[in-house]
């Protein structure tokens, strides 16, 4: 059974940093990509960023492209998130999630419904 769990999240000040961490098992890490999504309340979940363990690929969203930073240790089964310059937009619920990745099929790695295993989430809030 594959799990994820999420840690890093709090409360910090429009400017600041955090640093997620997620911590995946029940998994052959290498053959997996680890995406990050948000979820802010009336809000529709979004892809964050996401790495592909297979080649190490990175992607971004627009919205936290410079700013925010994606990072596999795979000696340790875990994916960090390092936020900067942090603004209150980025206020919402911070999810990790593992796709199995398969060579043959192209997928948009910042979309949630190619995701299967999901974590229970971590709060993230910056206050202006």
């Known amino acids: 059974e594959v799990q994820l769990v999420e840690s890093g999240g709090g409360l910090v000040q429009a400017g600041g940093s955090l640093r997620l961490s997620c911590a995946a098992s029940?998994?052959?890490?290498?053959?997996?990509?680890i995406g990050w999504f948000r979820q802010a309340p009336g809000k529709e979940r979004e892809g964050v960023s996401a790495?592909?363990?297979?080649?190490?690929?990175?992607y971004y969203a627009d919205s936290v492209k410079g700013r925010f930073t994606i990072s596999s240790d795979n000696a340790k089964n875990t994916v960090y998130l390092q936020m900067n310059s942090l603004k209150p937009e980025d206020t919402a619920v911070y999810y990790c999630?593992?796709?199995?990745?398969?060579?043959?099929?192209?997928?948009?790695?910042?979309?949630?419904?190619?995701?299967?295993?999901w974590g229970q989430g971590t709060q993230v809030t910056v206050s202006s």
């Open positions: 999630a593992a796709h199995q990745e398969n060579p043959y099929i192209y997928i948009d790695y910042l979309t949630p419904t190619e995701y299967a295993d």
């Open positions: 790495i592909s363990n297979t080649d190490s690929s990175t």
């Open positions: 029940g998994l052959t890490f290498d053959d997996y990509a």
